[in-house]
């Protein structure tokens, strides 16, 4: 068995929760009224382990917006068509690198990849998730810090600046994929982010952590990233589709020839 037993004990009464209230409405009692996000923050308190304190969970409340110095940018070409890799596309690597969507406590005890819980460090910082789960199989959550490790190296290099990452969405379940189109009608129903190999980087919000560093407009950040990305994808690492809605880049890790 590959999944640690606090894991597997967190999904199980999560989905335990899940099936009572669909018991509920299938009863015929009127659902309860709430708010599109309450459902899955309470199945993340589930699933998240006691609050611990983590020292890359701080930094600045805004990051400074005057006095940006820029950086020497290598376009990469227009996003939207350059970072264009289909649903579809994403959905092969996703099916053959990660597991199963999980549906219910059963299929967490027939999983056989190992799974790995992502939390902020140096390399990025993990904003509060309101519909997914911190978890990645071994090789994205590794793929996420190379790429947090190349950005802040590519940042350095072009004359520094105390900037990280940040990943808006990491795992998700068909319960919380549904519950997040109901919001956001570009999720797409058969979610790359149900295989834990896929995750979100914001292009728009960067984390700052240190003001007396140099500034850096956050539009420079996103084409700096952009270049990442592009060298990742062209190296066959990633699949990547520039979100202009949710203003990420939705990634998707490949599975890697040994």
Known sequence: ????????????????????????????????????????????????????????????????????????????????????????????AAQQLGFPPIQSGEDIMRLRRPVVRVESCEEYYLEELTHSFPYLVPEAAQFLKEIGRAFNDSLQARGGGAYRLKVTSVLRTPATVKKLRRVNRNATEESTHSYGTTFDISYSKFICDDASAPHRSFEDLKNLLAEILYKFREEGRCYVKFEYRQSCFHITTRPTSK
Request: glycine fraction near 6%; aromatic fraction near 6%.
């Open 1 to 92: 068995m590959t999944f640690n037993r606090k894991f597997v004990m967190r999904f199980i009464c999560c989905f335990i929760i899940l099936s009572i209230g669909v018991l509920a409405t299938a009863c015929g009692g009127e659902p309860e009224e709430m708010s599109p996000g309450e459902p899955t923050e309470e199945l993340s308190a589930i699933l998240s382990d006691p609050p611990s304190v983590n020292p890359f969970d701080h930094h600045l409340d805004s990051a400074p917006d005057d006095g940006c110095e820029r950086i020497r940018i290598h376009s990469v070409g227009p996003l939207r068509k350059v970072f264009n890799d289909s649903n579809h596309v994403q959905l092969v």
